[in-house]
């Protein structure tokens, strides 16, 4: 072993480059995409001066056409000059002050003019070497005018009767408000008798019997029900489809729904509108036009739902939903999480209908998946271009959803790292070779972001795997009399004193002139985190479907954007958190530190991916061609079955596992859930008693399994100011970055085998 000692500033970032054999060479990419995704070793000469291609991007905002295509090519040149590798465009109709002309001609997104500014824009990037993305439509979520009612996202609601059984009855069947020009649709009606509420309990929650649930859709002719009920007090229950009616932000006179996200009609007809031949777009597909944008996924809709989705659900679930659906009825349950009010379910059978949640959750996600994900990939890149989507913002399994767009990408305001890294583990196991983020923003921060925190920030993230930086972002120069000399910047203004998000790096801040520096920096940094392939040592089970309320991790810095001792503190959120997962992530965080501080790196894994796990002839882990030394359960008490038994399977022919705190003792689904739990329980037991598996129970175990894992490149103690990630040459080099979080010179002793 050879021992070396590197001294490291505060919140530095070191590249070490020793060789040794350890590497896979990711897939070819589809040849129309190949030239977004090259695959190259790093190059000490070119890593000093590295193309264009590898600076950062940054989020372009237009107050919607109110721009000028003279002052947008000065804005491209101004942007190539200063290491910016290119811009997303994102025409807003978001707080622009002006004229009352200039505000008409604001609301001319999608028009001709509008399509020769991008064309402009097109032919001004092209000449300089840059790279354009555009955001799917005109603010967020997408959508427009353009569409109709019945083209929005759909929502299940339901409307009920109590009666009186004992004898034939012909009633109207209950129905539901709907505001939209598209019908709503009857799905089915139960009938449900109930138990009195629960002393004390102010929810208003109906308690249903679950053993006397009946479904008599069948037993309604023309809008009424003939239905000759038993005897008792009934509670019949319609349950309707209808269209949400969620409208968009667009930069239009009048406004349309937001795409539905869970039908490819849909979908598809929105992408033929915003860049099909209509545009004039096409001829700049893949030069200079790389990809379309998906900010992440929040809607203000009821309750999910889409055609078929009853027999969909079925056909993956196993059993029928119907009789379970009144469980699913909670006001804005899907609506984006600060405006979801937590309401109290309507109904309730049971202590077990958060399993039917999450089973009705995961077929969402499916769809979702099926129908926006892969038809929106399916679309774009026969045509030369990708998709980057930020994959979460509802409960879905965000890590299969990561990887199946072009560009997973992250965002620094999405919270702690633990969450930044759920987007670049779904990038490295589906084999994306970028993962991207919008970055250096920070709620309640604007105006706060000066070189050093940029630096800071885009650090956090290299070190979490992300490996393009797209800064959130930079306004066109558009100075309204009701301005100052800064001119608009849509997310901090005198307008709406509510919207207080940092950064606007254009050229109406006073940092400006430090900006090309940092860009070069990042530059740099990227094209090395870009060369080879990603690399990490163990995976960890991610055991949630959402993001939401998940604590700092207490050895983080920049936690919320917060630099102690140099800014102001926040007040407190009131009401912020989620007890079982600040529990769960007290015993985890204190996992990943350890491993962090041993220089061992790790991504978070899904279950999908678990089970599509092979094991190598040296006993790792293989999981689409990613090699890893160890999959670890830490502190998880729920699991899906099918992957418990997978990972019995995997450590019974050698796999490396290790489990700590709790222990998976239920799957999450209802179907035949006591036997499925008592299976699951049984399953983890067992994979526990293998040769290569262990139940770490303290700090010496830890310490020890540690110290058992292959270290090409050891740590000579526990350095808890790093943060690192790693990437593999085709040649066997590797790439090392490692950073210093800490505000100290630091100094780091480290063992390299031969």
Known sequence: MKNVVFRATACFAIFLLPLFLFAQVAKKAPSKVAKWFPEYDFNLSVFQNPPLEFAPFARWWWPGNNVDSTELKREINLFADNDFGGMEIQPLNLFVPGTAAAKAKMLTWDTPDYYANEIAVMQATRKRGMTIDMTDGSGWPPGGPFLDDADGFITLAFADKDITGGARITIAVPTIANTTAAPSRLEAVLAVKTFPQKQGDKTKTVLLD????????????????????????????????????????????????????????????????????????????????RAVFDDSYEFTVDRFYANNFIDYFKKRRGYDITPWLPAEMQRHYNYVDYMNPHAAPDFSFSGQDWRLKYDYDLTVSEIFSEQFLTATRNWLEPQGLLHRAQSYGFNLDMIAAAGLASIPETESMLGPEANLKIMTSGGHLYNRPIESSESVVFSARAYTTTPQKIKIAVDKLFAAGVNQIIYHGVPYRYQPAELGPEGWYPFSTPMVAQVNFSSNLGEGNIFWKDQKEVNEYINRTQYALRSGKSHADVLIYFPFMDVDHMPANPEEILADGYLPGVEGALPAVKGAGDPAKWAWAKKFYALTNRLAANGITWDWVNDLSIRDAQLTAGKQINIRGNIYQALVLANDSIIQLKTAEKIKYLAAKGMNFVATGDLPRMQPSFLNWKENDKKTEAAITSALKSTNSKYLQGDKDLTKWIKGLRQPVAFNGEYHFTREVQRDMSDGSRIEFIWNKSDEWQTISLSLDK
Do not use: C
């Open 210 to 289: 679950p053993a006397s649930t009946i479904v008599i859709t069948r037993q309604v002719v023309k809008d009424s029900l003939h239905w000759i009920a038993p005897a008792g007090n009934w509670k019949v229950i319609a349950f309707w489809s209808k269209p949400q009616g969620e409208k968009t932000m667009a930069a239009t006179p009048v406004q349309g729904p937001v795409m539905n996200h869970l039908d490819s009609t849909k979908v598809l007809k929105s992408y033929k509108h915003l860049f099909g031949e209509r545009t004039g777009l096409q001829p700049y597909f893949g030069n200079p036009m």
